[in-house]
């Protein structure tokens, strides 16, 4: 069974940092893209940031170049988030997903149970 | 970007009645691999989301027939044949031909 476990979230100051991480299990880890997707309270759903199998290509959305980084570890199975300079509208639920082999073309088809981030002084 | 623009955005349904969503793009979503990559999301209350169809068409495994989806270009549309009380949540359509991969506004639905 594909597992999608995400942590690191929690109450942070305007300017801050945060990481999060997404421990996965139940499949072939380092064969697949990975990526985070957030969604304000309330609101709809984002794509943040997204890596390939192998972590060496990224994107990010606009509003977060700069200042998140996406990484992975496939010899320990986890996928992350490091969120810098973080800001208000930063706050959200944000959710590890997984792709397929090629990438998220097709949409994730696995989804974590997200972790909540809250930027506020 | 890629603008996803889904209608309506409120939708109440009578249980066993259809429900249809349109979603629309502001690009063609026909790929050169001759794939087009529209998918569709349903979020229910207090959930993760759950891939319901990507590539217009195609169910992801464990998903009702009652789900279908249809459309080409930039026009498409989920249509639910017979709603359940399980179907009440919000809907999204998503575009993977260009990156950033972009989300509808979110569709949600009901029970009348």
């Known amino acids: 069974e594909v597992q999608l476990l995400e942590s690191g979230g929690g109450l942070e100051q305007p300017g801050g940092s945060l990481r999060l991480s997404c421990a996965a299990s139940?499949?072939?880890?380092?064969?697949?893209?990975m990526s985070w997707v957030r969604q304000a309270p309330g609101k709809g759903l984002e794509w943040v940031s997204a890596?390939?199998?192998?972590?060496?290509?990224?994107h990010y959305a606009d509003s977060v170049q700069g200042r998140f980084s996406i990484s992975r570890d496939n010899s320990k199975n986890i996928l992350y988030l490091q969120m810098n300079s973080l800001r208000a509208d930063d706050t959200a639920v944000y959710y590890c997903?997984?792709?397929?082999?090629?990438?998220?073309?097709?949409?994730?088809?696995?989804w974590g149970q997200g972790t909540l981030v809250t930027v506020s002084s | 970007d890629v603008v996803m623009t889904q209608s309506p955005l409120s939708l109440s349904v009578t249980l066993g009645q259809p429900a249809s969503i349109s979603c629309r793009s502001s690009?063609?979503?026909?790929?050169?691999?001759?794939?087009?990559?529209l998918n569709w999301f349903q979020q229910r209350p207090g959930q993760s989301p759950r891939r319901l169809i990507y590539?217009?068409?195609d169910r992801d495994s464990g998903v009702p027939d009652r789900f279908s989806g249809s459309g080409s270009g930039t026009d498409f549309t989920l249509k639910i044949s017979r709603v359940e009380a399980e179907d009440v949540g919000v809907y999204y359509c998503?575009?993977?031909?260009?990156?950033?991969?972009?989300f509808g506004q979110g569709t949600k639905l009901e029970l009348k």
């Open positions: 690009q063609s979503l026909v790929h050169s691999d001759g794939n087009t990559y």
């Open positions: 890596i390939n199998y192998p972590g060496t290509v990224t």
């Open positions: 590539r217009v068409s």
């Open positions: 139940g499949f072939s880890f380092s064969s697949y893209a």
């Open positions: 998503m575009q993977g031909i260009q990156w950033p991969y972009t």
């Open positions: 997903a997984r792709g397929d082999t090629a990438g998220h073309r097709k949409g994730p088809e696995y």
